[in-house]
């Protein structure tokens, strides 16, 4: 799925609708966990994109970005969303002391900024999430790398606020 999003209120409103659509996998999420990259030049929204879909989820407090810290933990009745930022890191072996591998499973979203920096110390993503300058606008390409990623473009795309920003993108 190619979407247009002409401005930062169209990349949140993205990150609304993955929340919104997120709750039809909810099974597989609950037996197995959800992982989410997210790639991209910097400012070209994924913290954007994060905070939108963790707000939407019901996160109320202050969410912050993860580019100092690495990794940001919220949890919430049903759920457990760990936003990490690998940006700042400089070898693999950093991703091992990370330890994301014990943050993934049952009733867990994981989504991982810069994925490219971890290598195959990551678990694998169940949805690839690109985002790209176009002008001054931004592009946005999903795609998903398991059956659950499947599952949640599918029901994202039943999600009437994005109809507008869906394009043919090569």
């Not at 400089?90 to 330890?99: I, N, R, S």
């Not at 795609?143 to 043919?168: C, E, F, I, K, M």
Request: hydrophobic share 45%; proline share 5%; net charge negative.
């Amino acid at each position: 799925m190619d979407l247009n999003l002409a401005d930062s209120s169209v990349t949140e409103c993205l990150g609304q609708a993955l929340a919104r659509s997120f709750p039809g996998a909810a099974a597989e999420v609950a037996a197995a966990g959800a992982v989410v990259y997210l790639r991209g030049e910097l400012g070209t929204g994924k913290t954007t994109c994060v905070r939108s879909l963790l707000r939407a989820l019901g996160v109320t407090g202050l969410v912050r970005s993860p580019t100092y810290t690495l990794v940001e933990t919220y949890i919430l009745a049903t759920l457990t969303c760990v936003h990490v930022d690998l940006y700042r890191l400089q070898a693999l072996t950093e991703v091992d002391e990370l330890g994301l591998r014990d943050l993934v499973g049952p009733g867990c979203l994981l989504m991982v900024e810069w994925p490219e920096r971890g290598g195959a110390a990551l678990p694998p993503a169940d949805l690839d999430l690109t985002l790209r300058y176009a002008g001054d606008a931004r592009q946005a390409r999903l795609r998903p790398a398991t059956p659950l990623g499947l599952a949640w473009l599918q029901n994202l795309g039943l999600d009437s606020s994005l109809s507008s920003y869906v394009s043919n993108l090569t």
